[in-house]
């Protein structure tokens, strides 16, 4: 996979240069001693109160450095990536934040960070320093396992000593709160594909139907292999797992955390998905969704809860420095606010049938929903390949709202179909098309025929798109068929259409639409735009022919 870096060896620290750089005003400063010291803490902090120090391997971020600044950790101590920091570089830090009030160490259960932090416990206790340290083991994807991991819930327990440490508490305090904050976190990780290291040869262990459940976060393989599958079965399994560790009776905070490179449209789905399972019944409390502690770029994501009580919600609660850190929110549902209605326009829109004009749109509907792949073939080539997917989507919508449509009245109707596509018809063309029919309807309403309405829609719908005849748009096979219609017809119409829409193949570039975006050569393509309109004017006049 590719990466953006300039050589292995320095990615972490001028990553870290980088936060430094764009935080601002953040009183954030670094240990000098690059590489093998990588220390982010606070420049404005006081040594009268507690010191929190946490870290760990680099590819986690925002953690740990994000997180350091006010309320939350006062240092964070940076490994190569998913290695332990040095036990020097931890006694750096710790030399560096801790006064007479003392240090906590936060620690996540993984071998090295045990070792690495505890030897370095050791060293400050001898040199004089007051130094505890707590491990957070949350993740429950492995329950037999006697050392479970510490994952994402870790953040919880940064957060919830730093707000202690920031309002004054002792470090015996802090510590007990941290310890039993840890002993109520439960975690638990899905990813849809592993991570890869930049500088590394990268070699995916997932199939193309695959994912993981209760993977850790440096791309260990996960407790159980699980068939890709909705959003909702997958977040119904782990929060089947998750609920088999929470007390039905208490409530909870949830931390949603992104593992790197789920899309943000992704994560929301999920957080709907979790907050829309039976585990929300105990969720008073939201953290993100967002990334918190990644795992490089791996597509998956973790749920967090900790049992709550007074002390914790107000810690979660409390506002803190780090611009990384997702403010908790209580669980709301969506609010709804009923949308206002054009004023007289129910009436004049009011259901009516035609069977003549009922034939008609339901034709025209049919026809360009079957050419949906053929449109899309053609966009493919000229676009990004949806054209008959957004032209059916429109035919459908029409279809399904046939009963409800004016249609003895021909310019309500026109105004009921603009107002459809707009709502059901996605990209340009249904915008153009609501344009195009809202226009119509309102040149009839004033009295005009219908081929003069609909070339006052053209007029318009140009006016706004901005495309024009040889632009290699549908407007190369409207123009010419709505003129054709006012003075000759719907067959010569169709036939104007049809002759449009071929010439838009001998034009080598698109000068609007999406497709003038790709500056590809299409001599030889038809416009899928100016072919849907040939199709419809084709629908129209055979039925004509067969009425």
Known sequence: MKHFFNRRETIVTEALDGLLRTIGSGGLARLDGYPEIKVVLRA???????????????????????????????????????????????????????????????????????????LAAEKARAEGFRVE?????DDIALPDIAQPRGVAGTLFVHKISGHLSEAGHDLAEIVA??????????????????????????????????????LGIHGEPGVERIAVQSADRLVAVMAERLAERLDPKATY??????????????????ANAVL????????????????????????????????????REAALLAPVGPHAWMPAKPVVAPAVVPMTKAAGRDAARKA?????????????????????????????????????????????????????????????????????????????????????????AQTMDSGAKLSNGLLAGLERMT?????????????????PALKALDGKGLEEAAIAARRGAEATAAMEKAKAGRSAYIGAKLHGVVDPGAQAVAEVFAAAATLLVTA
Request: charged share 15%; glycine share 14%.
């Open 44 to 118: 404005d902090w006081d040594k009268s109160k507690v010191a929190v120090v946490s870290g760990g391997g680099a590819g986690h971020e925002p953690s740990h450095a994000g997180f350091v600044g006010k309320g939350m950790l006062t240092a964070a101590v940076s490994g190569e990536i998913f290695a332990s920091p040095s036990v020097e570089a931890v006694l750096a830090a710790i030399r560096a934040v801790t006064g007479p009030a003392g240090c906590l160490l936060i620690v996540k259960n993984y071998t090295g960070d045990r070792l690495n932090f505890g």
């Open 133 to 137: 340290m707590v491990i957070v083991g």
């Open 177 to 214: 709160a941290a310890r039993a904050a840890a002993k109520d976190i439960v975690s638990l990780g899905m990813s849809l594909s592993s991570c890869s290291i930049p500088g590394q040869p990268h070699e995916d262990r997932f199939g193309d139907d695959d994912g993981e459940l209760g």
């Open 253 to 270: 905070a949830l931390l949603i955390n992104n593992l790197g490179s789920v899309p943000p449209l992704e994560m929301s789905l999920v």
């Open 276 to 311: 829309a399972s039976p585990l929300a019944k105990t969720v008073k409390l939201t953290i993100g969704p967002g990334p918190l502690m990644t795992a490089l770029n791996m597509n998956g994501f973790s749920l967090s809860l900790i049992k709550l009580d007074a002390a």
């Open 352 to 440: 009516s049938q035609d069977a003549g004009t009922r034939r008609l749109i339901a034709t025209v509907c049919e026809r360009l929903i079957s050419l949906e792949a053929t449109l899309n073939g053609l966009d493919a080539r000229a676009g990004d390949g949806d054209t008959g997917s957004t032209v059916a989507t429109g035919a459908r919508s029409i279809l399904e709202r046939l009963d409800t449509l004016p249609l003895a009245g021909p310019a309500a109707t026109l105004g009921a179909m603009g107002d459809i596509l707009s709502a059901s018809m996605g990209g340009s063309s249904g915008v153009l098309l609501s344009i195009f029919f809202t226009a119509a």
């Open 463 to 479: 006016f706004y798109g901005g495309a024009k005849p040889g632009d290699r748009t549908m407007v190369d096979a409207l123009e």
